[in-house]
């Protein structure tokens, strides 16, 4: 009995605690409203604090790419001819991690060639809003707008000159170049540019990382488009998977430093690894940001971060005996 009157007591405790609405909200009469509070709240950007480190992020953004453009003239880049491998070294490496064209095959040997700029620094573009609160870009208005880098937009966005140079610039080679006559340095100045790239690696995901705390900045979670602003595009541009087509809406989330400057991985060779890293040691080879991997085998001195993934005290791979 005192079960049965507990439970009634909950039923109606809960019905009470509810409320029910008899009419139904009109959006018409409410889009007014949030297009105004939209107008009000797009007077409190650009914040004026955030304008100096906006400023040094697309300098240090200059310098980096500058940087890289000259190391890569002295060190070998060699890229993978069908996935996005990257290989700082005189010859590449023999790990089966290639995934073929378009991803129809896997555990394959890569395919060598040349690399250059935009295997290292990975180029993320987005497209250029004419102001940070305008109205959803959709399907049919995507040619009308530019495609600029994600992090120069985002400068732009944190108070920027538009009239920069660098915001309209298509690719990376074409804006920054390396140094001239990069071939005939010494290892002394070589260092040096190589301490200079890398930190300036590290000052632009940090930079980019603290403007992220403040302007907002989305990313597709089925594919690598970014959108810097408070709400996505609606291009339909994602196709991802098989069974969608090339007309598919993006899936957004918020973005973070990797997705603007991406982080990509590397296999590292050590000392102590064989000169052409083979797949059977491949628990045992260390990895490493290119960035940071092209700028150590420069003679920089690597942060103590990255030594962990780096395995720099690690074991070798044990030798492969032949079966005869």
């Given at each position: 009995?005192?079960?049965?009157?507990?439970?009634?007591?909950?039923?109606?405790g809960?019905?009470i605690?509810?409320?029910?609405?008899?009419?139904?909200?009109?959006?018409?009469?409410?889009?007014?409203m949030?297009l105004?509070?939209?107008?009000n709240?797009?007077k409190?950007?650009?914040?004026?604090?955030?304008v100096?480190?906006?400023?040094?992020?697309?300098?240090?953004?200059?310098?980096?790419?500058?940087?890289v453009?000259?190391?890569?003239?002295?060190l070998?880049?060699?890229?993978?001819?069908?996935?996005?491998?990257?290989f700082?070294?005189?010859?590449?490496?023999?790990?089966?991690t290639?995934?073929?064209?378009?991803?129809?095959?896997?555990n394959?040997?890569?395919?060598?060639?040349?690399?250059?700029?935009?295997?290292?620094l990975?180029?993320?573009?987005?497209?250029?809003?004419h102001?940070?609160?305008?109205?959803?870009?959709?399907?049919?208005?995507?040619?009308?707008?530019?495609?600029?880098?994600?992090?120069?937009?985002?400068?732009?966005?944190?108070?920027?000159?538009p009239?920069?140079g660098n915001?309209?610039?298509?690719?990376?080679?074409?804006?920054?170049?390396?140094?001239?006559g990069?071939?005939?340095l010494?290892?002394e100045?070589?260092?040096?540019?190589?301490?200079?790239?890398l930190k300036?690696?590290?000052?632009?995901?940090?930079?980019?990382?603290?403007?992220?705390?403040?302007?907002p900045a989305?990313?597709?979670?089925?594919?690598?488009?970014?959108?810097?602003g408070?709400?996505?595009?609606?291009?339909?541009?994602?196709?991802v998977?098989?069974?969608?087509?090339?007309?598919?809406?993006?899936?957004?989330?918020?973005?973070?430093?990797?997705?603007?400057?991406?982080?990509?991985?590397?296999?590292r060779?050590r000392?102590?690894?064989?000169?052409?890293l083979?797949?059977?040691?491949?628990?045992?080879y260390?990895?490493a940001?290119?960035?940071?991997?092209?700028?150590?085998?420069?003679?920089?001195?690597?942060?103590?971060?990255?030594?962990?993934m780096?395995?720099?005290?690690?074991?070798?791979?044990?030798?492969?005996?032949?079966?005869?």
């Amino acid at each position: 009995m005192a079960l049965r009157k507990k439970l009634c007591f909950d039923v109606i405790g809960e019905t009470i605690g509810r409320r029910f609405y008899s009419s139904k909200l009109d959006l018409k009469k409410l889009r007014p409203m949030i297009l105004k509070r939209i107008e009000n709240r797009a007077k409190d950007y650009p914040v004026r604090n955030m304008v100096p480190l906006a400023e040094q992020v697309l300098q240090t953004r200059t310098l980096l790419i500058q940087g890289v453009s000259t190391l890569i003239k002295v060190l070998p880049v060699h890229a993978c001819k069908f996935c996005p491998e990257v290989f700082i070294g005189e010859e590449g490496h023999l790990i089966q991690t290639c995934c073929g064209y378009r991803r129809r095959s896997k555990n394959r040997v890569h395919e060598w060639v040349s690399g250059g700029l935009n295997d290292i620094l990975t180029p993320v573009e987005t497209f250029h809003l004419h102001h940070m609160f305008q109205r959803v870009i959709k399907h049919e208005q995507r040619f009308d707008f530019d495609r600029v880098p994600a992090v120069v937009e985002l400068c732009w966005q944190a108070g920027v000159d538009p009239n920069d140079g660098n915001l309209y610039s298509r690719t990376q080679e074409e804006s920054v170049g390396g140094v001239i006559g990069a071939e005939s340095l010494s290892p002394e100045e070589l260092r040096i540019i190589a301490n200079g790239t890398l930190k300036a690696w590290e000052m632009l995901r940090s930079g980019v990382e603290r403007l992220l705390l403040v302007y907002p900045a989305k990313v597709c979670k089925d594919c690598s488009e970014v959108h810097v602003g408070p709400s996505g595009h609606r291009a339909r541009l994602c196709g991802v998977f098989k069974y969608e087509s090339w007309r598919g809406a993006h899936f957004w989330k918020k973005a973070t430093v990797d997705d603007l400057v991406p982080q990509k991985m590397v296999w590292r060779r050590r000392p102590q690894d064989p000169p052409v890293l083979l797949n059977e040691g491949r628990d045992f080879y260390g990895h490493a940001p290119v960035v940071v991997d092209l700028c150590s085998q420069a003679g920089a001195i690597v942060p103590n971060k990255y030594h962990c993934m780096m395995k720099c005290q690690g074991l070798s791979a044990p030798r492969v005996q032949s079966k005869c």
